[in-house]
């Protein structure tokens, strides 16, 4: 499920399922994926709040974005028809 069928309201929790990833490519460990120069492309999420990790929502941009501070201390949006991600209840 993304979050567009309802919306969020700060203080929600919400757990990780899956980010999507622009570029094809093996993330390192901190998750940067590098072209063939070295130079970084991307960061992919999945590394960074591994499926599964639990969230809070601080905030929802006027573009949908759903901004959550997660329990591992990173801080990563989740874009609405891309991302997917459940809410707790």
């Known amino acids: 499920m993304s979050g567009t069928q309802t919306p969020h309201r ?3 929790r919400v757990r990780a ?6 570029h094809a490519g093996t993330p390192d460990a901190d998750g940067l994926i590098r072209d063939a120069s070295g130079a970084v ?5 999945n590394v960074t709040v591994p ?28 874009l609405p028809d891309r991302d997917e991600w459940e809410r707790l209840r």
């Open 10 to 12: 700060p203080g929600e």
């Open 17 to 22: 399922i899956r980010f999507a990833v622009d």
């Open 41 to 45: 492309v991307t960061v992919d999420d």
């Open 51 to 78: 499926p599964g990790t639990l969230g809070t929502v601080t905030d929802v941009d006027d573009a949908g974005t759903v901004h959550v501070t997660w329990d591992n201390g990173h801080r990563v949006g989740l």
